[in-house]
């Protein structure tokens, strides 16, 4: 289950008598290396307590939409945008028609209306209720929807019926969890991401760099995997540990990056650079540390190779997607450099934006291409990813350059 290590992921719970199995899922899902919190409806807190599922998960759970303590921390809209995915288990067939109907009601069904992430159910019910054909309604509905419908399984009941209704087993939900990680997107295609910042060396204690954490590379590499392509990820110095089935490549300097991505983007289709790379360098290293005796330092620099430019001119059958760190002019310096680099695709991001961009783990991008643009909300930098994938699978597979697969 490497597919769940380190996701986010919003436990709702409805009123059904199935509550008590969403304790083992619970249980999985840490076992499986994912950040769980939990969401009760007030139905819910008649066949479980609360205080069960906050000593299982060692977090507060959320209950009341209209929650001051919860706004003044982890309001709802905040808790939408914390989920890599919202998983309703169980999903009693009230909460079903509710959310079907776009009802926001609810801390719950206003989660799932707010949230970015995907959306999935376990059915709980009795089998009449089940085979219903408002309830098959409903659920037609909210496929319609894309939300993901787990189940449920058939045998006996609370109730003392036989037949369809029954909440899947936790086992069997750890499963189709982890598969709405798994989109196919790039199902084949291989890619090459670039992340962090570069340091050019002074002296041997001192370098210039920038405020990149490599999160956002880190995160697309991540959902890259997550959409089927095989990835190289060249990085620069960070403290960020590897994504899962990914092949990492260290570099410092932004000649070390430049050489490590040509190597490499001749036989990927597709290359993404999300590192942000010092423009220039010091004309000379010192061998010694540099010592304070004047009262003014005068720095010589040159010029470094662009790498994304490089790339694109190199190698045109490569689809090439380039990032823009502006303060200013957003759009005008993104598209300026989408035009001038010759690229397919730029995400513009303001990094002096508060709450986004350099050392933050949410982002907000404005998304540019020769004939389209796309405005991707306020999210975590893997909701941002997972959303930039489908963005660049629809450009790319429109294009030229678009490999069958």
């Known amino acids: 289950m490497k597919r769940l290590y380190n996701k986010q992921i919003l436990l709702g719970i409805s009123g059904s008598i199935a509550a008590y199995k969403a304790c083992n899922l619970l249980r999985f899902l840490q076992g499986a290396g994912a950040q769980v919190r939990v969401v009760m409806t007030q139905g819910a807190t008649e066949f479980v307590t609360p205080m ?38 169980p999903a009693s067939a009230n909460f079903i028609a509710r959310l079907a109907n776009g009802q926001a009601n609810d801390l719950l069904t206003s989660l799932c209306l707010a949230t970015p992430a995907p959306v999935a159910v376990a059915p709980a019910m009795n089998q009449q209720m089940w085979q219903d054909a408002a309830t098959q309604h409903n659920i037609e509905t909210l496929k319609q929807r894309q939300v993901a419908v787990f189940g449920p399984g058939s045998g006996s009941q609370a109730c003392g019926d036989i037949g369809p209704g029954r909440m899947q087993e936790p086992e069997t939900l750890l499963t189709d969890i982890a598969e709405l990680f798994d989109s196919g997107l790039f199902a084949g295609l291989t890619t090459v991401v670039t992340a962090g910042p570069t340091r050019e060396a002074i002296d041997p204690v001192r370098y210039l760099s ?178 930039l994938m489908s963005i660049i699978a629809n450009v790319y597979t429109a294009s030229a350059k678009a490999k069958p697969v």
Not at 55 to 65: C, E, I, K, M
């Open 52 to 89: 069960t599922f906050q000593a299982l998960s060692g977090h507060t759970v959320y209950r009341n939409l209209l929650d001051e303590n919860a706004e003044a921390a982890m309001g709802h809209i905040e808790l939408a945008r914390w989920a890599d995915a919202v998983v309703v288990a």
């Open 210 to 387: 920038n405020r990149s954490s490599g999160k956002m590379g880190y995160a697309l590499a991540q959902a890259l995997v997550e959409a089927g392509a095989t990835c190289t990820l060249i990085s620069g110095p960070t403290q960020l540990a590897t994504p899962h089935k990914v092949n990492r490549i260290d570099v410092e300097s932004a000649q070390q990056m430049h050489s490590a991505a040509m190597a490499s983007a001749g036989n990927c289709n597709l290359f993404i650079s999300a590192a942000a790379v010092a423009d220039y360098r010091p004309s000379t290293i010192s061998d010694q540390k540099i010592k304070k005796n004047e009262a003014h330092m005068v720095l010589a620099l040159n010029r470094n190779p662009d790498v994304l430019a490089d790339v694109a001119s190199t190698f045109p059958n490569v689809f090439t997607v380039g990032f823009a760190a502006e303060t200013q002019d957003l759009q005008k310096n993104a598209l300026a450099k989408l035009q001038n680099k010759a690229l397919d695709m730029i995400v513009a991001n303001n990094v002096s934006a508060e709450g986004v961009g350099f050392d933050s783990d949410n982002n907000e991008v404005n998304v540019y291409w020769p004939h389209g643009n796309q405005q991707l909300g306020k999210a975590s930098k893997t909701q941002i990813a997972r959303q």
